[in-house]
């Protein structure tokens, strides 16, 4: 017998649980319709105002007519202008930037290759100077001074042969002397 009780006790359990069960999915099923109750109610509304202002479009368009299409196109227009032109400039800037970016890297470039000619310059200007004193070849500043030297000496003989007419004199007493004796 206590198996059967034992076995009534655990249907009652059974029952009960499945009663509370029972009573939670009706509150939610409650609640539930009242949700979908006012849903439809909002949706409805929803519905009803795009309709309306659907006719409200169609009655304006029927009385504004051909303005209405005339006024969209120069509209679209404008539009279309507008964002051609914001295209153009978008464009023009990024032209401009490559365009700087390629001058400053021509500019870098050729900075680079004068000072790489300069320092050529200077390499063979100074081999060339070294092979010259090693052949004996008299330098800028001793060709000067030679210069300097030779014009000094020009001076001095100019200054003896304005002085020779005199050496001519005493010429002209031996040939009196000759000339009497």
């Known amino acids: 017998m206590s198996i059967g009780t ?20 009706e509150s939610t099923v409650r609640k539930t319709r009242a949700r979908v109750a006012s849903a439809p ?6 519905v009803q105002q795009i309709w309306l202002a659907g006719m409200g479009a169609i009655a304006k ?24 032109s914001n295209a153009e ?9 490559a365009q700087e970016s390629v001058q400053s890297r021509v500019g870098t470039a050729r900075d680079q290759a004068t000072e790489t000619w300069d320092n050529l310059e200077t390499l063979f200007q100074n081999r060339v100077h070294k092979a010259m004193q090693q052949l004996g070849v008299p ?3 001793e060709i000067r001074l030679l210069t300097k ?29 000759a000339a009497r004796g």
């Open 6 to 25: 034992n076995r009534g006790a655990v249907r009652e359990g059974d029952c009960m649980a499945a009663r509370k069960k029972t009573r939670k999915v």
């Open 41 to 46: 109610a909002a949706l409805i509304e929803n």
């Open 61 to 84: 368009a029927q009385k504004e007519g051909p303005a209405a299409f005339q006024d969209a196109v120069a509209d679209g227009l404008k539009l279309l202008s507008r964002s051609r």
């Open 89 to 97: 400039q978008v464009i023009r800037d990024a032209f401009e930037s």
């Open 139 to 141: 330098s800028g500043e």
């Open 149 to 177: 030297r030779v014009e000094e000496l020009t001076a001095s003989v100019q200054a003896m042969s304005s002085r020779k007419p005199r050496a001519t004199k005493p010429a002209r007493r031996a040939r009196r002397k």
